[in-house]
């Protein structure tokens, strides 16, 4: 190899190494902001599945509490549907019974 050759070689090698080394410090640059670009959105994304999750947990317990109160109202609604079962019985058993002195007609006359 003569002297000429080695320097042109030299003068070739230098710039395509500068050149190859910010490729490369660029490819890295590149990828190390799309994984926080990533990183970023995948934080994002579970926060908003945190809050999903904690609306949903909310209203779950919103919705089981109005539901016992329901159930509660229910059975009282239950009782009193009871209690005025039991006086209308006793309400058509007075006005079914003979008054006094009174003889019960026949049916069919």
Same mark, same amino acid.
């Given at each position: 190899?003569?002297? *000429?050759?080695l ?8 710039? %395509?190494?500068?050149i190859?080394? /910010? #490729?490369? %410090? ?5 990828? $190390? ?6 990183? &970023?959105? !995948?934080? +994002?994304?579970?926060? /908003? @599945?945190?809050a !999903? ?5 909310? @209203?779950?317990?919103? #919705?089981? +509490?109005?539901?016992a %109160? #329901?159930?509660?109202?229910l059975?009282a609604?239950? &009782?009193?549907?009871?209690?005025? !079962?039991?006086? #209308?019985? %006793?309400l058509? +058993?007075?006005?079914n019974?003979?008054?006094?002195? *009174?003889?019960? $007609?026949?049916q069919?006359?």
């Amino acid at each position: 190899m003569t002297p *000429e050759w080695l320097t042109a070689l030299a003068a070739f090698l230098g710039p %395509a190494t500068g050149i190859l080394t /910010g #490729v490369v %410090a660029a490819r890295r640059a590149v990828r $190390s902001a799309r994984l926080s670009s990533d990183q &970023q959105a !995948l934080t +994002a994304l579970h926060t /908003g @599945y945190q809050a !999903l999750l904690t609306d949903r947990a909310t @209203y779950t317990r919103d #919705v089981l +509490a109005e539901l016992a %109160a #329901v159930k509660t109202e229910l059975a009282a609604l239950r &009782q009193e549907n009871a209690r005025l !079962l039991l006086e #209308v019985g %006793a309400l058509r +058993a007075q006005l079914n019974r003979p008054l006094h002195g *009174e003889i019960p $007609s026949q049916q069919g006359e």
